[in-house]
Every structure is written in C-alpha cells, then in structure tokens.
C-alpha cells in the first residue's frame, strides 16, 4: 500500500461565500471551523504525506481574510495550488498577488446571460464582475478553467456563454451533475436536466459527451478505480476526511437516515491527517478494489464511455459496486447518441 499517496487533497477552508446559488448543494454560509494554525500545521502533515497537489475550495475561499496566509502556507510546503472561486471578490491587486501563488484557478460562471446568472447565483453584478476577475487573471498569466453547471434556467444560454469563452481563449468545463444539499435538502434537484435535456445537450455540446470523450484527469474513473483514498482525499469545512467529494455526499446521506457513514475517514482536528490516511479501514478497501469487481458493470457493452463512480453506488444502494441509477442513465443516453447497445439502466441497478 506504500504507493497510495495524497497527491491531490482538496479543503474546503470555510463555507462563507459572496453568492447563495440556487443548486448549492451546501445549506450552511456561515461556519468557518478552520483556524489559520490548524491549517498551517495540517499543511506541514499533508508534505510529509506526500501531497504534491492542493485545490482550495469553498464556499469561497477568498472571503476569508487569511486566504494569503493559507495559501502562503501551502507553497512554502511546496505544494501547487488550485483555487476554486466565483472570483467575486478578484480584483486588480489581489490577482496580482495570486500570481505568485496559485497556478490554476478554476471559476464559477453559471449562464451566458447576465441577468441569468446573476438570478441563479442570487447576487446582482456578479456576471460582470467574474469577467472582470478573468480579465484580471488573464493579465497576470493564470491559468483558468471555467466551470458550469448545467441549469435548466440556462441552458437557452450555453451557446453565448460557449462562444464568449471561446473569444477570450478561455477553457470551458461542464457539469451534468446537480446534487441535494449535504443536509439532503432536494430543491437543487428542480434545476438538473432530464433524460431528454441530457440528450439535447450531449448533442448540442459532443465534446461534453462521456462516450466519445474519454479524456479524464483521473485515468482510473472509466474503470471503476479513480483515485479516491488511492492519491486523493477531501477535506471538508468541518475537518472531516473522505476519499472525495461524492463520497461526502453519500455519508451524509446515510446519516440523516440513522446509518453509519463509514467513508467519513476521520477528522483533522482531533487526529493527524496522517494517521488518518494509513489506518482507515475503509480507505484500506478502496485500495484494493480493481475493475474485475464490477461485475454488473462488465456486461454492459457501454462500460467503455462510463464513469462509474463508486460513491454514488454507496450512497444509492450501500455497495460500492451495484451501480447507481443516475451513473446508468448518463450512460444510456449518451450512448443512444450512437445507437450503442448497452444494459438497460433499470437492470443495471437492480442487479445484485
């Protein structure tokens, strides 16, 4: 298990944010639990794990008045910094000390309109004042990804803002995945396209589509054995450790429902991210797993385009390997895009 190292930790450094999105799948924008010396000391403990990779997150991260403290932090333990931000509060001079900082910023714009986005953010000039912020960043040589979760609302939209980026030179990610709030909260649920919109879309956008783009950062997602607990963990605002973000989402579903959450590795303010790293005994099955034990998962013929993610398999059925609905779905539309044939979604999730 020695090759299992941290390589890429992602903290949320506090759950306050300058926007009240209407899909946020965090009902809580208040709480910042972090001290700066807890964090400069589990910064010293993620290098001596090995972390070579850190992605700053929120809420937002840069409403915190120590953010260059944090980040500061995190260099002089040699770690890269992605910062994931809506960019709000970037102005001319705090670009310029990211610069120094941060390689990679990936920010938040959620319609080509900005009327739109500025209602489904619920913060009035916010559209032009992350175009302002991206112009800022641009200018001081930072890398910058935009991400977009496809709302219902703007869809209409996603041409404009697909051309826009493309003016400015800008990369443009999207994400089909609209989740329920850690409190399990369903409204942000209205706001995920349905089967007949995913399909639209995966039309109207091919480059988005899992089935003909196979480009992943996490060269195991298409096989089951991403890199969740194997050389990536998250951290979220309250201390706790999961393999990744996803499997957050899935503890806290099972403990609104009275169940233990066996994902939620261990807490960072009363344990040694190390300790919590090596010992966990979920972590230590997660390592193990290899694709031959998705099983069901084999004999769909569509399994070559398919991120299966065994988070949402634990949160859906308990089982890390019984496929959940909503992965199949994705599947079975995007592969009906190309008359494949696949394993019909309803006897993927019922098989045992």
Excluded at 122 to 133: E, I, M, N
Excluded at 214 to 227: H, Q, S
Aim: with cysteine; net charge neutral; charged share 20%.
């Amino acid at each position: 298990m020695d090759g299992f190292v941290p390589l890429h930790v992602q903290i949320e450094v506090t759950w306050k944010c300058s926007w009240r999105c209407v899909h946020c799948y965090q009902d809580n924008h208040a709480s910042q639990v972090f001290s700066l010396d807890r964090l400069k000391s589990l910064f010293g403990e993620l290098k001596e794990s090995g972390t070579m990779h850190l992605i700053v997150t929120g809420g937002e991260p840069m409403a915190r008045l120590d953010i260059f403290e944090i980040l500061e932090s995190a260099r002089f333990n040699g770690m890269a910094i992605t910062l994931y931000s809506n960019a709000h509060l970037i102005n001319k001079p705090i670009a310029r000390r990211l610069s120094a900082l941060i390689g990679v910023t990936e920010i938040s714009l959620l319609a080509g309109e900005a009327n739109l986005h500025d209602q489904l953010a619920r913060s009035p000039g916010s559209f032009q004042k992350t175009l302002q912020a991206i112009h800022f960043l641009t200018n001081h040589d930072i890398k910058i990804i935009v991400k977009t979760p496809i709302l219902k609302p703007a869809y209409p939209t996603l041409k404009a803002l697909e051309n826009l980026l493309k003016s400015l030179e800008i990369a443009w990610h999207a994400d089909i995945e609209i989740s329920r709030t850690y409190s399990g909260n369903l409204n942000p649920l209205q706001y995920k396209l349905g089967p007949s919109e995913l399909s639209r879309f995966f039309s109207d956008f091919p480059q988005f589509n899992p089935q003909t783009n196979i480009n992943n950062a996490d060269p195991g997602a298409l096989g089951g054995t991403c890199l969740a607990a194997r050389n990536f963990c998250f951290i979220d605002a309250l201390g706790n450790v999961y393999p990744c973000l996803n499997f957050k989402s899935a503890c806290d579903v099972l403990e609104n429902q009275g169940m233990a959450a066996e994902a939620k590795l261990g807490n960072v303010l009363s344990v040694p991210f190390q300790e919590i790293w090596k010992s966990s005994q979920f972590a230590l099955r997660l390592r193990s797993v290899t694709a031959e034990n998705f099983t069901v998962c084999a004999n769909c013929k569509a399994n070559a385009g398919c991120r299966q993610c065994m988070a949402l398999n634990y949160e859906t059925h308990g089982d890390l390997f019984k496929p959940s609905p909503v992965t199949c779905n994705v599947t079975r539309t995007a592969a009906k895009m190309f008359d494949q044939l696949f394993t019909p979604a309803s006897e993927l999730s019922s098989a045992v």
